[in-house]
């Protein structure tokens, strides 16, 4: 009998709120018969979810386009999809149809749930689909999803972002902000739980402004404490949460929460007053070392986590100066660091650039520092007993498990594959520069 499953290959770029879509669009193919395979040999269906954050993530797919024509050639049933934000930039979807005509469907952000009509749609007119919506659309719930994990999960709480950092393309492509109605987010963290899940992140470009478009005097605190209640799960993580928009109430309902995880990921993105003003990034230096004081004294053991970006136009040595000076003060656990790149359309773009080989220069020196400062961080960890959520087996050494600390830190120990999944003690021997090792002192009895 020939083998009559369907199979799909998504290859997801980007950020988290990606990786989610991702996972709706594979609980959509998966009612419509689709098995989701991590190749695209042998796939009926490849699909490339795009960000277009930076060029890097543009040219990559481009790229790819470029290679999956010999496929297209080889198998012309092969259904071939491109989605997620750089098909929202009218010009790069014009592109792709133009330059790379066997493409069957192109969609954007605001449309995912609308693929089943889509691809209903090409087997009836066995023509192309382009459909992206120019604007968002409310939001669309009890969509099927697969997910990646069977221990952690995504939870959108919020689409869209209103902030228009001026270097940024985000808000062009995901639109405004809008949030999920408690109630939907609750019941879904509910069936999670069931589900077994220990940890869920909430997931928006910009989660402590939750709540603000419902008009019903609900935000993104009362969300953690509504959460907290959800019998089951362990771990409550967001990301990311925008400095401007950290209030003392989130960090005192923080502090007396059991679950929400001390770390912090608060992306700085330059320490000069000057550019973060051209940035319109809407805090001061003063104003964000102020925050990471207040969150260390009412949670003293966090950890602190950033992107930083390099070279934004006028940057000078002494702006760049303050930067390395910022990354001192705060002595993050890690950091992203990005060299800053033109997206058209944005005003950062119109904006005198910096030259690309002292962006490169300034983007080591930063890199260098930071990396210090992490392994210094991990070795003050040494002796400490750690709370880890146990992943699995690691990739490297199949004797050894690796999971997560509260604060977000990998730590690698000798244990058995049962304890996967569970909560553990670790007593930290040996801080690394990207990880922890350590080794297994108590197994909790129920988690
Ligand atoms: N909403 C999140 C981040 C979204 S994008 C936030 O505000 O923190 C993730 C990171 O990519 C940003 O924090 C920024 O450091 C980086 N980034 C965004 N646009 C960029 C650009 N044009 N060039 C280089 N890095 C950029
Ligand atoms: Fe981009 Fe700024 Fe919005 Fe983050 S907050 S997504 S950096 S515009
Ligand atoms: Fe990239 Fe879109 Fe996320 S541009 S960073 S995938 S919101």
């Not at 491109?82 to 930039?89: F, K, L, N, R, T």
């Not at 970006?309 to 000078?316: I, L, N, Q, R």
């Not at 553990?424 to 129920?446: C, D, F, H, Q, T």
Request: net charge neutral; glycine share 6%.
């Amino acid at each position: 009998m020939p083998d009559m499953k369907k199979y799909v290959y998504i290859q997801t770029f980007g950020c988290q709120m990606n990786e989610r879509d991702t996972e709706t669009l594979a609980g959509m193919l998966e009612d419509l018969g689709y098995f989701q395979i991590d190749a695209q040999d042998n796939a009926d269906m490849i699909i490339l979810n795009t960000c277009c954050v930076r060029e890097t993530a543009e040219s990559k797919v481009f790229g790819l386009l470029g290679r999956l024509r010999k496929l297209k050639v080889a198998n012309p049933n092969l259904i071939i999809g491109v989605c997620g934000c750089m098909p929202q930039q009218q010009d790069v979807a014009k592109k792709i149809r133009h330059s790379f005509p066997f493409v069957d469907l192109i969609f954007g952000t605001h449309n995912v749930h609308e693929l089943p009509r889509m691809l209903q749609q090409i087997q009836e007119t066995k023509e192309a689909v382009l459909e992206v919506w120019s604007t968002e659309r409310g939001i669309a719930e009890n969509i099927p999803v697969r997910r990646k994990d069977k221990l952690k999960a995504w939870v959108t709480i919020m689409y869209g972002c209103n902030n228009f950092c001026t270097y940024c393309i985000v808000p062009y492509v995901r639109g405004r902000e809008r949030s999920r109605k408690p109630e939907d987010i609750i019941h879904e963290l509910e069936d999670l739980a069931r589900q077994g899940y220990k940890e869920v992140t909430l997931l928006g470009q910009n989660v402590n402004s939750y709540g603000k478009d419902l008009n019903i005097n609900y935000y993104f605190a009362d969300l953690l404490i509504n959460i907290e209640k959800v019998e089951g799960l362990e771990r409550i993580r967001f990301m990311t949460s925008h400095p401007r928009d950290f209030d003392q109430r989130l960090i005192d309902v923080i502090a007396a929460s059991n679950k929400v995880c001390q770390h912090f990921h608060l992306p700085a993105q330059a320490g000069s007053n000057r550019v973060l003003k051209l940035m319109n990034r809407g805090y001061s230096r003063e104003q964000y070392l102020k925050l990471i004081q207040d969150i260390r004294k009412a949670i003293p053991d966090s950890s602190i986590t950033a992107d930083i970006m390099v070279g934004f136009p006028g940057e000078t040595e002494e702006d760049f100066e303050d930067t390395l000076d910022l990354v001192r003060q705060v002595r993050y656990d890690s950091a992203f660091t990005f060299i800053y790149n033109i997206r058209s359309g944005t005003p950062a773009a119109k904006m005198e650039q910096v030259p690309e080989e002292v962006k490169t220069a300034r983007i080591q020196r930063l890199i260098e520092l930071q990396n210090n400062i992490s392994l210094e961080n991990n070795i003050q960890d040494e002796g400490k007993i750690l709370e880890v959520l146990v992943e699995g087996e690691t990739k490297t050494n199949r004797e050894k498990l690796a999971g997560r600390t509260r604060t977000n830190k990998l730590v690698v120990f000798e244990g058995p594959m049962e304890l996967s999944g569970r909560l553990v003690s670790v007593k930290i021997n040996k801080g690394r520069p990207n990880l922890l090792e350590g080794e297994l002192v108590l197994v909790s009895a129920n988690k």
